[in-house]
Structures are given as C-alpha cells and as structure tokens.
C-alpha cells in the first residue's frame, strides 16, 4: 500500500491508511450520488411524459368541449357519431362497443388458451419441450400488428366467407369476428407467458404434498398450482384485455371503420383506436371540432386501460399468495 516506514507507535503507517480510506469513502459517495441522481432522473421521466400525455389529452379535450358544444354526457352516452352531419354528433357509445366486443371476442379465444399453454408449459411439458415451445410460442408477441391485420384481410375473412356463406350467413370483407381471431392470436403469447412464470413460481412443496396425498397430475395442477398462482394469472388476463383494448393497427385492417352498435360479428365495426387513425388520416382541419374529437377519444381509451391497470394491480395485491 505505502513505502511509509512505520515507526514504533504505527502513526505514519495508520495516517495513509487513514487517508486512503478517505478517499475511498468520497469515490463511493460520488458514484453512489451519481447513480441515485441517474435513477431519480429515470423515475421523473416516466412519470413526467404521463403527467404530459393526460395534460395534452385534458387541454384539448376541454377545448373540443368547449369548440363543439357538446356536453359530456351526450359524449360519453350518446349513440351516433357523425362528425360530418349538421350539426355534427360526436356519441362514443358506438366506439367503445366496437372497442369491447373486439377485446370479449379476443379474451374467449386468447385466455383459455393461453392458460392451457402455461399449465402445460408448467406441469407437463419436459425441460428440453419447454425451452423450445416458450420462446417459439412468444415469437408471436414479435410479429409486427399490421401483419396481423392483413393476415386477417387475406386469410381468416376469405376463410370465414367459405365456412358460413354457404350457411346463409353474410360475412362483410371487414368484420368485428376476424379482428377477434387475429388480436386473439396475438395476445395468446402475453396471458401463457405470465402466467407461466407465475405458475412455475409455484413452490415445488405444494406438488410433492398433493402428489403424496394420491393426487393425479391433472388435480395437482387444477387445484394446486392453479388456485396457488391465481392473482398472478388473473392480472395476465386483465393486462391481456387491456393490450386488446388498445390494440389499434390489426383492427383497422380486420373490423373496418363503421360505428355502430351490433350483435353481429359478422359486419363492420369501429373501435376508439380507429376512430383516432381514420381522423388522422383523413381531412378534419387542425382546430375544429371533429380534429379535437380524437383528444376526448384518446382520453376516454386512456382512462379504461388506465382503470384496467390499477385493477390487475389492486387483484395483485389482494389475492397474493406468499409462501416461505
């Protein structure tokens, strides 16, 4: 450390030390200052574009409020919406039922398979299967949305037309179901990816305990691990709904742009995310009332997913499984 000859009393050789340790305590303080000031500048920019984003979308929503001359509750009850008509009605009833019946119909398809896939992922599928079926299974979590979409315009549409036209069922070139087969597809990786994770957290314990009560497989995973990792799958699910919620390319090429409120999966819808695409797109002016439309939308989308969110979180929290 130091060629310092230490005398009888060791002080020359104990001030070195002294010093160097010193300078090694404020080398430590600066680094560790530096990294907490790095995390903090992180934690504030998350938050801050979320404060800047809701900001955005509340100014100008107040402002196509105040521009159109509509109230809230005809926004947010009525049930036409024809921004060119005079005078123009801007009611998302029709928008957010476009919106829910693509995330109900997607839900039916991704979630039980999806949980299927994890439980056997988790209980049945041997290390070597495992570790080639998980990843192959969440390639599908890669593939671009608007691939989606014309997967759904070239394949699943013209094979629904073959299947139930000569049913003496009507399927329309852009329809509420096909968006439901595709946007089911593609969130199938996110619900059997968590709850995969979640199921395998599972303590192995509880396995061996059912499995020397007598219990078979299929009970040990459907009434062990399954009600043992429940929070985790449901908030998979909930966090499922909302990315079929927001999902926004695959339905513009699947469900078409036409806002009604229907039964029938087999016409042409209109979601809240493709009401927002079809206003960019198209020839509203910046500043009038069907341009400031999209703002109110967009903060009406934001608050469901938001709510969606907070709820996978809440049923986190309240239905948590801890084990030792």
Excluded at 68 to 80: H, I, M, N, Q, R
Excluded at 152 to 175: I, S, Y
Excluded at 198 to 208: F, N, Q, T
Excluded at 245 to 274: C, D, H, K, Y
Aim: aromatic share 8%; charged share 15%; hydrophobic share 50%.
């Amino acid at each position: 450390m130091s060629s310092t000859t230490v005398t009888g009393d060791g002080s020359p050789t104990r001030r070195v030390e002294a010093d160097l340790w010193s300078g090694h305590s404020r080398s430590l303080a600066f680094w560790e200052a530096a990294v907490t000031i790095g995390l903090i500048l992180c934690a504030a920019i998350t938050v801050l574009t979320t404060i800047g984003i809701v900001a955005v979308l509340s100014v100008q929503s107040f402002e196509f409020f105040t521009h159109a001359k509509v109230s809230l509750p005809a926004f947010l009850f009525g049930t036409e919406l024809k921004p060119d008509a005079h005078p123009p009605k801007f009611g998302i009833v029709p928008l957010v039922w476009g919106t829910f019946l693509v995330a109900a119909g997607s839900s039916a398809i991704a979630l039980p398979i999806g949980l299927l896939s994890a439980i056997y992922l988790s209980e049945y599928a041997h290390r070597g299967v495992r570790a080639v079926l998980k990843p192959t299974l969440e390639l599908l979590a890669g593939i671009p949305t608007i691939v989606y979409g014309y997967l759904a315009l070239l394949l699943v549409t013209p094979t629904l037309k073959r299947l139930l036209e000569p049913m003496g069922l009507r399927v329309e070139t852009f329809n509420a179901l096909s968006a439901c087969i595709v946007v089911g597809v593609m969130i199938i990786p996110l619900v059997s990816s968590l709850s995969e994770d979640v199921l395998s957290a599972v303590p192995r314990g509880l396995r061996e305990a059912a499995f020397g009560l007598g219990a078979t497989r299929f009970e040990v995973s459907t009434r062990v691990v399954l009600p043992a990792g429940l929070s985790g799958v449901i908030a998979s699910f909930i966090l499922a709904v909302s990315r079929a919620i927001g999902e926004t390319m695959a339905v513009v090429l699947a469900a078409g742009m036409r806002p009604q409120i229907t039964w029938n999966p087999l016409t042409s819808i209109e979601t809240m995310t493709t009401y927002i695409v079809q206003v960019i797109g198209g020839d509203a002016s910046y500043g009038e009332p069907k341009y400031l439309s999209l703002f109110a939308v967009g903060l009406t989308l934001f608050a469901v997913t938001l709510t969606l969110n907070i709820l996978s979180g809440l049923v986190l929290r309240r239905f948590r499984e801890v084990y030792q």
